[in-house]
């Protein structure tokens, strides 16, 4: 919290508004990570997330057609990923509360607050039940936006702690993952600084930029909005960012009933006809969610977005 304090100290002091609320050595850090996110990797998982290319599994290469989680694709997924969180040095745990439920968590430790962590997680698992569900959109974009988070800070130090989550069940009636992982953390006295959630970031057919943060924030009045809006000038991402003091329907919903602070980054999504700029993912939860649909500088810039705020939040 000594960390979130110096930033409000600087940002405070900060009287024009389009003043760049980093500080110097602050950016020079963050810019090289930005700069190193890489396409080619982001479209490469998608690609085999969604069913679009083949992946190896168990000696053989296959297609994912589903990662609804009673559908084998939900597995191999499953692998994909912690083969993945393997390959950049993470020991990776997987968390079962439920023989088909496999949340996989890869933790960093951080250098100064080992024990304090700031926790990034999306859901892997996808819908329609039945037939292709790529579940693209919701939530592959998500998934890779966090695996390519994983990638980049895995051979940075940082001041706190990371757990790289990626929830299944999300899909069930409730989050089963992350609501089993909530009980785990409060009996295990997790002590979660932030909980960033990300679910559905790459539809935006209208070009507007407009993408969502769900707030909920129980223990400080720290404004997370400066440090969105100072990355979203000085790294020109162009997105519109809308506050709501709330929750998404959606993994951060079982961290905030429990008075974890959350932050939640979804496009917006709203599909009322009453809503005058109504821009909503005409395929979401259909066999058509594919990344046809994906608006790729919304979807980077939400990714560099959404890295840049992790390393601001685990690191003085
Ligand atoms: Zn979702």
Redesign the pocket.
């Known amino acids: 919290m000594l960390k979130i304090a110096a930033l409000l100290l600087f940002i405070n002091s900060c009287t024009d508004c389009s003043c760049n609320t980093f500080t110097e050595r602050q950016f020079q850090q963050l810019a090289p990570i930005i700069n190193s996110l890489d396409p080619d990797s982001l479209v490469d998982h998608l690609l085999k997330l969604t069913g679009e290319r083949k992946v190896y599994y168990l000696g053989d290469s296959v297609v994912i057609k589903s990662r609804h989680a009673e559908r084998k694709g939900n597995e191999i997924a499953e692998h994909y990923l912690t083969r993945q969180l393997k390959s950049y040095g993470y020991k990776v745990e997987k968390r079962n509360p439920f023989w088909d439920c496999v949340n996989i968590i890869a933790e960093k430790k951080g250098e100064k607050y080992p024990d304090e962590y700031i926790l990034i997680g999306a ?1 892997y698992d996808s819908v329609p039940d039945y037939g292709r569900a790529p579940g693209a959109d ?2 592959a974009s998500g998934t890779v936006c966090v695996l390519e988070a994983a990638r980049l800070f895995a051979d940075l130090q940082t001041d706190y702690s990371i757990l790289f989550a990626f929830w299944d069940e ?2 069930a009636p409730s989050p089963m993952g992350s609501e089993y992982f909530v009980d785990y953390a409060l009996d295990n006295d997790l002590f979660l600084n932030e909980v960033i959630n990300v ?2 970031i790459a539809y935006d057919s209208n070009d507007d930029g407009d993408v969502i943060v769900n707030r909920t924030n129980h223990d400080s009045d720290f404004d997370i909005s400066e440090l969105l809006t100072s990355i979203n000038h000085e790294f020109d991402l162009k997105l519109d960012i809308h506050y709501r003091k709330t929750y998404t329907r ?1 993994d951060d919903r079982s961290f905030a009933k429990a008075c974890y602070n959350t932050t939640g980054f979804i496009e917006k999504y709203y599909n009322s006809s009453r809503h005058p700029d109504n821009d909503f993912n005409p395929d979401w939860h259909t066999s058509f969610d594919t990344i046809e649909n994906f608006n790729w500088d919304y979807y980077l810039s939400n990714c560099k977005l959404i890295i840049g705020l992790l390393y601001l939040l685990t690191n003085e």
């Open positions: 859901h919701d939530n999300e899909e679910d559905m959606s």
